[in-house]
T-cell receptor, first 116, second 110 residues
């Protein structure tokens, strides 16, 4: 089945630093990837839609300069949290859409970011 | 915009059936999904139903869709302690975005 990986699985950083999270589709090509954010005991909130070769589309209220998304290839999208602050601490989950698999979204295992 | 609602908590005894309910607002939703999330983990797709179906059964899981009432349910037969997790209902919009409910925390008591 389709597999999506994320790296790192968890990261702790100091306030003010930038953190990059990778999302990879391992056995299929994903023209579209999605980035979600999940606060403890809450639902997933879509942050942005990442399209290969073009600019990401951000949801209302998500700062594009704060959360930089790059979808440089059909198997890799990256989310960079710039100048991270404690309020950015969260669980970040990506998903990848498989156009050859009924357009289903396959989810990565998530990355837990803790900003001190 | 689309809104998806779920009850927050359900507690059942091991061996009983669990029924988790979900309501949504967008009648044009084509696919409706149920995901399972265990602590600290990502989402596991359990099952999905296409909007022109009323019911889908997959082993212990039964999904019922009432399109008129925009109501979706997931029934887990013979619930086991390993089924304890958070269950998310999600609906897919025409732009392939998934809109998630708040999640239902299922606790299975021995």
């Amino acid at each position: 089945g389709a597999v999506v990986s994320q790296h790192p699985s968890w990261v702790i950083c100091k306030s003010g630093t930038s953190v990059k999270i990778e999302c990879r589709s391992l056995d299929f090509q994903a023209t579209t990837m999605f980035w979600y954010r999940q606060f403890p005991k809450q639902s997933l909130m879509l942050m942005a839609t990442s399209n290969e070769g073009s600019k990401a589309t951000y949801e209302q209220g998500v700062e594009k300069d704060k959360f930089l998304i790059n979808h440089a290839s059909l198997t890799l999208s990256t989310l960079t949290v710039t100048s991270a602050h404690p309020e950015d601490s969260s669980f970040y989950i990506c998903s990848a859409r498989d156009p050859a698999g009924g357009n289903e979204q396959f989810f990565g295992p998530g990355t837990r970011l803790t900003v001190l | 915009g689309e809104d998806v609602e779920q009850s927050l908590f359900l507690s059942v005894r091991e061996g009983d059936s669990s029924v988790i309910n979900c309501t949504y607002t967008d009648s044009s939703s084509t696919y409706l999904y149920w995901y399972k999330q265990e602590p600290g983990a990502g989402l596991q797709l359990l099952t999905y139903i296409f909007s022109n179906m009323d019911m889908k059964q997959d082993q212990r899981l039964t999904v019922l869709l009432n399109k008129k009432d925009k109501h979706l349910s997931l029934r887990i037969a013979d619930t086991q302690t390993g089924d304890s997790a958070i269950y998310f209902c999600a609906v897919r919009s025409s732009s392939y975005k998934l809109i998630f409910g708040s999640g239902t925390r299922l606790l299975v008591r021995p």
